[in-house]
């Protein structure tokens, strides 16, 4: 009976997940949204193959082989990319492919434990909502500054392909096309940018099929990966890769709810099973969620197709996306991954559905006065392109704020704000864990000064007369009694 049921439903969940491919399919939009945060991608896996000897082809067939998986998992553009935090000082400090495979292994444990456990839930309730806006309003920053770095960086205006002027253009397309979901703009500068690597590329190229193996590690992989790279990164995927991605995913496709256990061990497994053969480290990002829909994703049918696409170019093209990927035009890589940091800081504005532990408990942020405006509002919330925009006036906040309770919208309270303030620019600054801690400690004083009025007041009326009459008893001092302690003498010996 219970093979049966079972069996009835995964034969449901089959079909439910093929109807949604083919719905998608013709949607041009999947197809861009796809190579939406390709300018994440790209200059991360470079780097660490050049400068860490990083398998390329590895690299790339598992990222590929994580998209199709994670398709699979998710019926919205869950993104799949570089665990930034361990990626950037690999590169920066030049260290070896396998403290890389290291730290991913130890970074995908930790979250892999949250997620069995469901502590990832607690620290989904314990971390306050402004805190999140801040981790993606500071990420979001740096992307597009690290765009913005990349054209400036042709430091040339107008000589050859790739220069400060073909950025511009690049910008001024996406801007140009902002409303328009039906062109493939991605797609379209990504084409642009492999012709210009072909044309700019005096490499020799050959084709080859071979199949990524098996790497060794030993226990010094492991201590220097944990010091080096799995420290930071830890909390940088705890939050941005599920608390933050959980937050906006539900905000973009309310009808389509992802649980923050869910991504955790979906980042554990892709780590933990493969690292073993060369995979790079990979993660969620809320980053690459929001370039990806503002590009047109709107289904899994944009990771299936990026994760096929990524899988045929590393078993069969040989060193040919290498030898093209060091020749992509830095000013349409920045133009890329400026967009997609500037989608980052929109989402930041507000808008999120209330995260699951606290939302069952407060009101919701969007009201409606029957099921039907309830789908109406749903359906429209996901089809809007404005990533963040607010879908409707939000109920006024409470007079205090409890800790761990979420937020009202960022820029509609001076607490939520302040708190999005600190955390952004400790993130920005520093690090994503000293802005985390930047945040939390600034709502954590703001609340204690929230109360220390209603605390103070009642040490004044209630607590401070009975502490006054005890000693001028003690000390047998003699003296009327003012009306606050008759009062509070009174209601002392009522109780």
Known sequence: MAMGVAHAAAAAAAR?????????????GEYSGAFGDVGTFIPLLLGLVV????????????????????????????????????AAAAIAQSLPASQIYAAGILTSAVVGF??????????????????????QLGTGLSLAMKGIGYINNTNVWAEGSDNILMGIACLVLVLLLWERQTIPTALVLFVLGLGLAIYRNDRAIHFEFRFPG???????????????????????TTLNSVIAVCSLSNSLFPKTVAKPYQLALSVALMNLVVSWLGAMPMCHGASGLAAQYRFGARSNVAILFLGVVL??????????PLVLFQSFPNSILGALLAVGGCELCLAARGGFAKKPSSARQQQPMVSSASSSENAETAENAENAFAIGEPESPAPAPPARVAVGQSDPPVFGDQHAFSVTIATAAGSLQISTFVGFLVGMSVHVLLYLGIHYRTVWSDLRQNVLPKVRLYFENLTGKQGTPTRAERGALLKSEDC
């Open 16 to 28: 439910r997940w093929l109807n949604g491919i083919r719905t998608h399919a013709s949607n041009p």
């Open 51 to 86: 400068t860490c000897g990083l398998d390329f082809t590895a690299a790339v067939f598992f990222a590929g082989v994580f998209n199709i998986v994670t398709a699979f998992m998710f019926e919205v553009p869950m993104a799949v990319q570089p665990m930034k935090a361990i």
């Open 114 to 135: 949250l997620g069995i456990t469901r502590l990832i839930d607690v620290v989904n309730w314990l971390v306050p909502e402004s805190v999140v806006r801040g981790i």
């Open 214 to 236: 098996p790497v060794s590690l030993n226990s010094t992989d492991f201590q220097e990966g944990f010091t080096s790279m799995a420290l930071p990164q830890i909390p940088l």
């Open 311 to 320: 899988c045929t170019a590393a078993l069969a093209l040989g060193n040919l």
